[in-house]
DNA sequence: CGAATTTGATAAACCGCTTCATCAAACGAC
DNA sequence: GTCGTTTGATGAAGCGGTTTATCAAATTCG
């Protein structure tokens, strides 16, 4: 049916060894075509239309150029969730790019965990992990067969590869766009217990109202969650404290959190941002969209699903020289949320004028 | 180093060929396996370990079990469009339930067009093309290698096979429940016009108002588009007409222009739903998150990739009794935006009362 | 010019699995 | 008891590539 390697060997009246070798053109083989063989072996290739049959050299070489590509929970993910395109759209330039392809399998919640770790079949010569959950039966498999595997991590895990976003710092940089603003009294929606990010974004936002002299209230650091229903529900809590407690700030879990914030604060007659200011976390698409425009911490999500591609063909191909950790750089993306662009901040970093002192 | 079908029949004391009819113990078989020596093998197999290499089973049987995806260009995907998540959720569920895989391609707009043809490898046994642009030249591509495909489209394509929603029942379900309610005089913001589910739904929406005994007002039916900046222009640009020109509902092109709508709509100080009512169109999760949440046309976009690869599969295993381009029926939402639950149709469908008379 | 080396080419083994062709033994029927 | 049929089992030939070992011819060199 299909063109094969012997069809052409037949046509250019040369041995299948031979083209073999030619249409690999890598230096890396120890046989030798000359230049006339070579030619007349393209020019039979190209006349029969001859397209190398991956699979048997998957068999004969024992690589596939496959990764996979776990993500996680379906269902919970679906609709709501933009983190998964983006990881996606990363992981595939870095794929296409290095000339990989790539094998789709989601931890559906409908078959037990067990199930869906069998379903990694041999094809794949490593896996890429998104947001795994820490007892995930993957990585007992995956050590079991040996199949390298990286995940894209809301947290680094010992002994194991992954790429991470500085979360410390994005919380510092929200808390320090805010100080600079003049804000005194500012509060912090956290991240839901379970999700590790949650911690380090808060100490950030702690050790920079810290550094900055600001006393930390711990009444105005509650616990909130990644829905917009929590973001109200937490919000509406602090507003009924009165005038005297409310905060002029608050820095959410979410974007979607943020906007939760917004609506509780609309709702009660205040202005978003010359009443309270409000800063959101992740700048997905939906940042843009909130009234005000949301000012928010960018987590570079692109780059993590590219990363973490590139660490695993590194590793796939002998490159030890690869970070096993690496910590990707947030930025601060400012929209109108807090009513201003950036002023001065305590330790002097220069910047544009302030807009409330 | 990983234990094949020759180790196994070595501890089983039996022929490779014992062991793979036993392990694979469909009956289409014509080899014959004794109970005795099946249990030996099933035995040796599991105290070895063994997992059958779909590689080495691929080349010889020629059948991968394996489904390409075909999205559409990443770029303008990334961020904004469940429309994606959805459909591979769907699809997936039926992936996995049939024990097939699922290859990921992406025709990103870095690269040529025929590049991203040309990665679809042999490795696949069918396609599924999401919103595959007309001319495509993976069309061509599939023909020539012979590649069963089956797209998932805003329209069908002449001899090829396709999934498509009732987009002119969903315009017609729209303008029914805007009827219902009692409104005469209903905008209609429509989809950009390269996009061929924009002409169905206008179809549907002017049916209804002329059975309705409505005259469908040419001036409210305006070009508009699936941005919410584009919905919030046009509705604008209604409001402007005075108030004797303006509608008291809008039908809009899909969730987001929608979202425009009620933005424009509030921002001139009028209600939603109490002076005009709003209609979006694809009941993304983004619809609960209006305000007020959005009454909409729901489209079944899981089930639509769910049907896709059910399509495919069957067709791959030579099930010819498959309607090759079932229209999937769309369903109405309905949540705030028009104030009302459903009101008794102009053809004597029976409903709950009437809110506008 | 003869020996050593390089160059060009190939046959054959192999990757792990399926399946066809073949065959011996057991079984049933007459 | 003989003959046809079923049952159980196997060797060997692929599937379409890569790679090792082998070899003849051409080239280099003292």
Chains 1, 2 share one sequence.
Not at 132 to 138: L, N, Q, R
Request: glycine content about 8%; some cysteine; charged content about 20%.
């Amino acid at each position: 049916m299909a063109v094969t390697i012997r069809d052409v060997a037949k046509l250019a009246g040369t041995s299948i060894t031979a083209v073999s070798a030619a249409l690999n053109n890598s230096s890396g083989s120890t046989i030798r075509v000359s230049q006339a063989t070579r030619e007349r072996i393209y020019d039979a290739a190209a006349q029969l239309g001859y397209v190398s049959n991956p699979i048997a050299k998957s068999l004969a070489t024992g690589k596939t150029k496959v990764l996979g590509l776990m993500l996680p929970y379906a269902d919970a993910f679906v609709d709501q969730n933009p983190f998964c395109n983006q990881v996606m759209s990363g992981i595939m330039r870095e794929v296409v790019h290095r000339h990989y392809n790539l094998m789709l399998y989601t931890a559906t919640s409908g078959i037990q965990k067990d199930r869906a770790a069998m379903l990694v079949d041999s094809r794949i010569e490593g896996l890429l992990l998104v947001m795994p959950p820490e007892d995930s039966a993957i990585f007992l498999k995956c050590k079991k067969r040996n199949i390298p595997y990286v995940s894209i991590l809301d947290r680094p895990i010992a002994g194991s590869w992954s790429v991470n976003s500085d979360d410390y710092t994005g919380g510092r940089m929200a808390a320090e766009h805010l100080v600079r603003l003049g804000h005194k009294r500012i509060a912090h929606l956290m991240g839901s217990q379970d999700v590790s990010t949650s911690q380090p974004r808060a100490r950030g936002f702690r050790d920079t109202l810290e550094l900055a002299g600001i006393e930390v209230q711990e009444e105005l650091i509650v616990q909130s969650g990644f829905d917009w229903r929590l973001g109200m529900d937490s919000t509406q809590q602090l507003l009924q404290r009165g005038l005297k407690h409310m905060p002029t700030a608050i820095f959410a879990a979410n974007d979607l959190c943020a906007e939760g914030a917004i609506r509780a604060i609309r709702a009660s007659g205040l202005s978003v941002p010359d009443d309270i200011a409000v800063v959101g976390y992740d700048d997905t698409w939906y940042a843009t969209l909130t009234q005000p425009p949301l000012t928010t911490v960018h987590m570079p999500i692109e780059e993590m699903g590219e990363m973490a591609a590139r660490m695993l063909i590194a590793r796939l191909e002998g490159d030890d020289s690869i970070d096993p950790q690496p910590v990707l750089p947030v930025s601060l993306t400012v929209r109108n949320s807090c009513g201003a662009f950036s002023a001065p901040f305590v330790d002097g970093t220069k910047s544009s004028p302030a807009v409330r002192q």
